[in-house]
């Protein structure tokens, strides 16, 4: 644009040059009409050069507001968004803004001693290289606020200095905390290592059931002599596989409904006495008879909980105490803890007990105290999220040998103490 201006200025002086030359070498008055002709040419061309200038002007105005606007949105996105900007001159990191507890001056020799030891040797590779980049970028761990190592991403770039007789290079760039962008990573990582075990377990859980009941079904309908205490013993376990095989795809759905939020909590004032009665004698018609069952409760508590989901999660500690008692008891109860003002209702068993190590694990998904026990492992993953939004916590006790005590500790509805 402006050297549009200057060619119509020039060609306004040419002109200018041009018709004085004609006045001098013929007599003005035989060019009476070349006055009013050259004045008007100049009129218009000196509005061309003033409307260019305007144009050129107004364009300038905007590119510069641009450029204001994409300076302020980039200021914003580096000093809310965990970047640095820095240069790199004289082997000292210069930063617009300190990073952590650094200076705004940080040497590469000093930069070194906060690199992870596993990443120095990569990091010291990079600043080799740093006069050759061109958008280039990389991650190491460093600890730059307190002690512990954070995830890291150099991006840099090497420019040209103008003004040099010899080459000289700028490093500009940006230095980005990565860090939860790792972590979530590392998350998806094992949500992967999850789904594969997941489905590896399913489709082991799963075959297992649905071939006793194609291979038993195959039985009934091909052995036509099959005496009638057999055919009752193929049906009655034709009948159970049928259930576990129930029990799982309903813990399955279970488990995707907590996950995902789906599952419903309705709650409502409850007394945790009819609670503990209800489920006491459901149970006394299935507890085995070689053990003894037992009830302790003595006044009333009333907390404020969905009924369906927390009987639920009763009724599988109780299961499992079943499952691994062989002799001795089984005791329901609930207590009121004063210091804390809250309901504790309890599982205990004298069975096998758990160790330390399974007491660790014993709420993870698939973990199974018995390895060669019916279920996928997936109850008291199931008990613990259902805990978890009826807004309590599962405590456990236990010793190998001399028996478990589950608890589901909620708080106490107000006033709810009788």
Known sequence: MIRRILYLSLGLAILFAGLFLLSEIFPLRRYTMSLPLF?????????????????????????????????????????????????FKEDTFLFEFAVGDLPNR????????????????????????????????????????????????????????????????????????????????????????????????????IRTPLNAIVGFSNLLVSEKDLEETDRQLFIHTINQN????????????????????????????????GLVD??????????????????EAEG????????????????????????FTSSGYIK?????????DEAAIFVEDSGSGLSEEQQEKVFSRFFKQDEFSQGAGLGLCICQGIVQNLGGRIALSSKPGEGSRFSVVLPVYKGGYA
């Open 39 to 87: 004045e008007l040419l100049s009129i218009i061309l000196l509005l061309c050069v003033l409307y260019l200038y305007r144009k050129d002007k107004k364009q300038e105005e905007e590119l510069l507001l641009k450029q204001t606007r994409r300076s302020h949105i980039l200021d914003l996105s580096v000093r809310f968004g965990n970047a640095y900007a820095f240069e």
């Open 106 to 205: 940080v040497s590469a020799e000093e930069m070194y001693e906060l690199i992870h030891p596993d990443d120095l040797l990569s990091f010291k590779g990079e600043r080799v290289r740093l006069w050759k980049a061109n958008k280039e970028s990389f991650q190491f761990r460093a600890r730059f606020s307190g002690s512990d190592y954070e995830w890291w991403e150099f991006r840099y770039s090497s420019l040209l200095e103008a003004g040099h007789e010899k080459e000289v290079y700028d490093i500009i760039g940006l230095l980005v905390n990565i860090n939860e962008m790792k972590k979530r990573e590392e998350e998806l990582l094992r949500a992967k290592g999850h789904e594969q075990k997941f489905l590896a377990n399913m489709s082991h859980e």
């Open 242 to 273: 049928c259930d576990l095989l129930l029990v799982l795809i309903n813990d399955i759905l279970e488990i995707s409904r907590l996950e995902s939020g789906q599952m419903k909590f309705v709650k409502e004032r409850c007394s945790v006495k």
């Open 278 to 295: 209800d489920l006491y004698l459901t149970y006394q018609l299935l507890v085995p008879a070689s053990l003894r069952f037992m009830k």
């Open 300 to 323: 009333d508590l009333f907390i404020y909980t969905d009924k369906k989901r927390l009987s639920q999660v009763i009724t599988n500690f109780l299961t499992n105490a079943c499952k």
């Open 332 to 340: 329901l109860g609930f207590k009121y803890l004063r210091g804390t």
